[in-house]
């Protein structure tokens, strides 16, 4: 158990819609950054938020976008929903300069 | 950061050492060598990271050979709740660097 909880655990849409995932971090961590994992491949980076600002992004199109809140909670959208977003999100926090990632359980999200 | 190559799967029985190499030949000096684990349905979990000297901790030993150029992952004692995919990864640790690049894995399986 990490503390660190995403909700929800699973999401079922079709493809054109828009998706909210949300990340609550683990207390203490100021830090979160979104992961996508495609079936039987490792966890893709996204990007990272740091005192509500994005720092750090990986190679994913501008309609994955997120924000973090005063509290460090973290949420990530994407829209225009393709079939290839299916996959499982996982949120992950730290302290800023932290060793080690915290991970979530992830959210599925499955594209119709 | 530097790619690392993992064999694909690999079985161990239960009880004994599980012994799980790594490559990362073109390591730079300033990079780690970090491991997650991903058990099905949950998020990585981290397990050990290491610079050029040995570690241990209380899930694992890590061993990082002189040249750094491959490491080995020990779990002492391997019990059927260690099946699961582990991740190698080699990452500068900078300050606000929390991205991790993850590769496919190397799927361990217990066998009882």
């Known amino acids: 158990e990490t503390g660190v909880t995403q909700s929800p655990t699973h999401l079922i849409k079709t493809r054109g819609q828009q998706v909210t995932l949300r990340c609550s971090s683990q207390?203490?961590?100021?830090?979160v950054s979104w992961y996508q994992q495609a079936l039987g491949q490792g966890p893709q980076f996204i990007f990272q938020?740091?005192?509500?600002?994005?720092?750090g992004r990986g190679n994913f199109p501008p309609r994955f976008s997120g924000l973090q809140f005063p509290n460090y909670s973290s949420e990530l959208n994407v829209n225009a929903l393709e079939l290839d977003d299916s996959a499982l999100y996982l949120c992950?926090?730290?302290?800023?300069?932290?060793?080690?990632?915290?991970f979530g359980s992830g959210t599925q999200l499955s594209v119709l | 950061d530097a790619k690392t190559t993992q064999p694909t799967s690999m079985d161990c029985a239960e009880g004994r050492a599980a012994n799980l190499p790594c490559n990362h030949s073109?390591?730079?000096?300033?990079?780690?060598v970090y491991w997650y684990r991903q058990i099905h349905s949950q998020g990585p979990q981290y397990i050990i990271h290491?610079?050029?000297n040995n570690e241990t901790n209380e899930m694992a030993s890590l061993i990082i050979t002189e040249d750094r150029k491959s490491s080995t992952l020990i779990l002492p004692h391997a019990t059927l709740r260690d099946t699961a995919v582990y991740y190698c990864?080699?990452?500068?640790?900078?300050?606000?660097?929390?991205?991790?690049?993850f590769g496919t894995g190397t799927r361990l399986t217990i066998i009882p």
């Open positions: 990864i080699v990452r500068v640790a900078l300050f606000g660097n929390e991205k991790l690049t």
């Open positions: 992950a926090s730290s302290s800023i300069g932290g060793e080690k990632l915290f």
């Open positions: 290491g610079l050029k």
């Open positions: 073109t390591i730079s000096g300033n990079e780690y």
């Open positions: 207390s203490g961590h100021n830090t």
């Open positions: 938020y740091y005192r509500e600002e994005e720092n």
